[in-house]
């Protein structure tokens, strides 16, 4: 399922390799941002587990994760503050005051 719009040019390799959740060049899906708090959550969950079993390696790789997942949270919130209505005024004339 896809989460957003991958900004790589078109045929150029990706080295992340279906996880777009690390990569700078994905713009999340405002509509997705209910799947990417679930993923946001399933990532938790994960590191817990990788803690208690003592699997170091599969910690380090999921915070990189949880981290990319965060950031295209903010990345959401700072869209949907730039598309909200700004008070600009009325502009007047010289000859209005």
Known sequence: MSIGT????????????????RCALLRPDPVQRARIEEICDNLIARIA????????GEVEGLQVSLAGV???LR????GHRRHTA?????PTTRGDR
């Open 49 to 56: 587990e990788a803690e208690r079993e003592g699997w170091l």
């Open 75 to 78: 990345q959401l919130d700072r």
């Open 86 to 90: 700004v008070d600009l005024g009325i």
């Open 6 to 21: 991958c900004g790589r040019a078109f045929s150029t390799p990706c080295i992340h390799e279906h996880a777009c959740v």
């Open 70 to 72: 965060e950031e295209k």
